[in-house]
Structures are given as C-alpha cells and as structure tokens.
C-alpha cells in the first residue's frame, strides 16, 4: 500500500428509521500504511410526509412502483448532492452509496437496497459506487453488519463500537478476528411506540424513564428464537413485522412500552458485548442521544460509554461507507466474512462511471 494517499468523497446512508438522508464528504489519508479520517462537511437531509410513507410501503408494492420508486429516490439523492456540493464548494471524486433496504432476509439470501447508481453517476457527473450487500449474500452471508471494516481501519483504538439506529449492532475484534452482529431492533421499536403519542422520536428518553417495565412482555421479547442464533446475524423490518410486534398487547401505556423497549434493548447489548471484559464503548446512531438508553446499558454492561461530537453520531455509517467505496475502488476488501458470515472476505459494491 502505498503512504500519504488522499481521498474525498461522499458517503449516502439512508437508515430503517426514515429519519432521511445522511450525507457526508470526507477526506481520508492512508500514511504509513494507516488510514485517517475526516468528515469535512455532514447534513441529514429530511424525508417528506409522502417520501416516508412512499419507502415503508416498498416491501408489498409491484414491480412497476418498486422500479418508479428506486428512480425518484435516486434524483432525490443526486440532487440534494448537487445541493450539498454547491453550498459547501465540494468536488468528490467518488459517492458511495448504502441506497435504502426495502427487503432484508439473509435466510433466504434475500436483500435489496433500492438506488439507481447509473441514474445518479449521470445526473452528478461523479463515479457512483452502490450496492453493497448482495455481493455478500452471494457468498453465502447476512449481507449485514457492513461497517466493521471501518470499525477495524478507522475506530480500532475502541474495545467495541455499538451503532444505536433502527436496528443495533457491534462489533469488536477477538482474537485478531473482528466479530459482529446485529444486536435487536432499536430506533425502529422506540419511534414506533413514540409516534402513537404524537411525537416523533423520545426525548432523551424521557417518557420511557417515567414508565414501568411489563415484565410479562420484557420477558416474551427476550425469548424470541433470534437472541438464540449464532453469531454472525442480521436483522430487517420483517422480521419486527412477523415476530415482534405481534407480542405487543394492546391497551398498554405508551410511556410503559417505552420503558420496557428500553430495558429490552439494553438487555440484549449487554448480552452481545458480554464477551468482552468492561472497556471503551464508542456509541454512535440516533440512540446515541437516548440518555436513559445509554444509562441503562452503562449500568448494565459495565463498558466505559464513550459518547462522539455530532457529526460521528449522525454520520459515522456515512463515513464508512465512503471509505468501503474507497476500498472497493482500490480492490480490496471491505466487507468481512467474520462478521456477515460469508464463505470470504470479499470487495463489494458496483461501480458507475
């Protein structure tokens, strides 16, 4: 590898939450055979009312929608790069796209994140590199986690590195191996219960700190088949659809439900890091800003929580998929088989020009 290479680029993250899109411009320089990062400029650019509705209904929709959709959801990205790029006199050389899942099922060697990555080579004039994940499934993985190799490249002076999105997940190196899971539903479950009492999201987890856990319910959570899978797995909305959700009583406080997703989540991130002995935690994801959540697993796991600025909480998947497109256009490896379960490590990604 050759020393004191640099790269800018932009990294598109859109998450299970719908929260929106996430955009990051970064720099990365590989000196002495290390690579080191920054985010030089960072915004989420929100989904409309109708855009939120459009990408959750994508999973029961037909062929033709499916196809209308990918395309609007692929000049939506290009232009609010062209608007990014232009507010903040950017050149990317490169954008690397995650695209956003409509179906996740690693059983079946099934998963689709929809963007259209020859539409928006053309319509920003800039190398588009996209689809990461059925490359992995093809190998036999989860397509999912992607992000340890960022982890191991750029966030190594961590013990673990915990994302709290729609979904968490972990991971960690054991043995010179980097392991990692998703972990349990999160965002997804908490904003669900939180947008039945009209808010979008829990503040802090307030609502929550003021509930009781349903012991019957934390209980039904904690023993779904999932939390028994060996390591390597992966999560999609539906298996929260099929399994979860139906366990759900109707009738029940919010603020109750709340405090019991809570303990759920926390529970299961104490049961995925215990392998490790208490150590630095990097937290990042909207969960990051869940003080009660992130109580609860201090106390609960032990780790030193370890909480970044802004813009690593926001745009650290961002970042790592910029650099996942950096390594794919390097050919080399960026996707881990310790950590999907692939049958190899492999270098993901289809490339635009």
Same mark, same amino acid.
């Given at each position: 590898?050759?020393?004191?290479?640099?790269?800018?680029?932009?990294?598109?993250m859109?998450?299970? *939450?719908?929260d929106g899109?996430?955009?990051?411009?970064?720099?990365?320089?590989?000196?002495? !055979? *290390?690579?080191?990062?920054?985010?030089?400029?960072?915004? &989420?650019?929100?989904y409309?009312?109708?855009?939120?509705k459009?990408?959750?209904?994508?999973?029961?929709?037909?062929?033709?929608t499916?196809?209308?959709?990918?395309?609007?959801? *692929?000049?939506?990205?290009?232009?609010?790069? @062209?608007?990014?790029? %232009?507010?903040?006199?950017?050149?990317? %050389?490169?954008?690397?796209? @995650?695209?956003?899942?409509?179906?996740? +099922?690693?059983?079946?060697g099934?998963?689709?994140?929809?963007? #259209?990555g020859?539409?928006?080579?053309?319509? &920003?004039g800039?190398?588009?590199?996209?689809?990461?994940?059925?490359? =992995?499934?093809?190998r036999?993985?989860?397509?999912?986690?992607?992000?340890?190799?960022?982890?191991?490249?750029?966030?190594? &002076?961590?013990d673990?590195?915990?994302?709290? $999105? $729609?979904?968490?997940?972990v991971?960690? %190196?054991? @043995?010179?191996?980097?392991?990692?899971?998703?972990?349990?539903?999160?965002?997804?479950?908490?904003?669900?219960?939180?947008?039945?009492?009209?808010?979008?999201?829990?503040? #802090?987890?307030?609502?929550?700190?003021?509930?009781?856990?349903?012991?019957?319910?934390?209980?039904?959570l !904690? $023993?779904? =088949?999932?939390?028994?899978l &060996?390591?390597?797995?992966?999560?999609?909305? %539906?298996?929260? +659809?099929?399994?979860?959700?139906?366990?759900?009583?109707?009738?029940?406080?919010g603020?109750?439900?709340?405090?019991?997703?809570?303990? @759920?989540?926390?529970? +299961?991130?104490?049961?995925?890091?215990?392998r490790k002995?208490?150590?630095?935690?990097?937290?990042?994801?909207?969960?990051?800003? #869940?003080?009660f959540l992130?109580?609860?697993?201090?106390?609960?796991?032990g780790?030193e929580?370890?909480?970044?600025? +802004?813009?690593?909480? =926001?745009?650290?998947?961002?970042?790592?998929?910029?650099?996942?497109?950096?390594?794919r256009?390097?050919?080399?490896?960026?996707?881990?088989?310790?950590?999907?379960?692939? !049958?190899? =490590?492999?270098?993901?990604?289809?490339?635009?020009?």
């Amino acid at each position: 590898m050759e020393n004191n290479t640099q790269y800018r680029g932009i990294g598109i993250m859109s998450g299970t *939450s719908l929260d929106g899109m996430d955009i990051a411009f970064c720099r990365f320089i590989l000196k002495n !055979n *290390s690579w080191e990062y920054d985010i030089l400029a960072a915004e &989420t650019f929100p989904y409309s009312g109708k855009m939120k509705k459009q990408l959750g209904s994508l999973r029961n929709c037909s062929a033709s929608t499916l196809v209308r959709s990918e395309n609007e959801w *692929s000049r939506f990205a290009s232009d609010r790069i @062209h608007d990014f790029c %232009e507010k903040y006199k950017l050149e990317p %050389e490169f954008i690397a796209s @995650h695209g956003h899942t409509v179906f996740h +099922q690693p059983g079946e060697g099934l998963t689709l994140q929809i963007g #259209n990555g020859a539409l928006m080579a053309a319509r &920003t004039g800039v190398p588009v590199i996209c689809d990461f994940r059925r490359a =992995d499934t093809a190998r036999g993985g989860q397509g999912a986690p992607l992000v340890p190799i960022g982890d191991r490249y750029l966030f190594g &002076t961590y013990d673990l590195c915990l994302n709290l $999105g $729609g979904f968490a997940n972990v991971s960690f %190196e054991e @043995h010179g191996i980097r392991k990692a899971c998703d972990i349990c539903p999160c965002n997804v479950l908490l904003n669900h219960v939180a947008s039945t009492l009209g808010k979008a999201f829990d503040q #802090n987890g307030e609502t929550a700190r003021e509930g009781k856990v349903l012991d019957r319910l934390l209980k039904k959570l !904690n $023993g779904l =088949d999932f939390y028994r899978l &060996t390591k390597p797995r992966s999560l999609g909305m %539906e298996w929260v +659809q099929k399994h979860l959700f139906p366990l759900v009583p109707r009738g029940e406080a919010g603020r109750d439900l709340l405090r019991t997703f809570t303990e @759920h989540i926390a529970r +299961q991130v104490t049961q995925a890091t215990g392998r490790k002995p208490p150590g630095r935690l990097l937290v990042t994801g909207g969960g990051a800003y #869940n003080v009660f959540l992130l109580e609860r697993i201090k106390a609960l796991t032990g780790h030193e929580v370890i909480i970044p600025g +802004q813009k690593l909480i =926001d745009h650290k998947e961002a970042l790592i998929f910029a650099f996942m497109g950096i390594r794919r256009l390097r050919n080399e490896v960026n996707v881990l088989g310790s950590a999907t379960g692939a !049958n190899k =490590d492999h270098s993901a990604g289809a490339v635009y020009i």
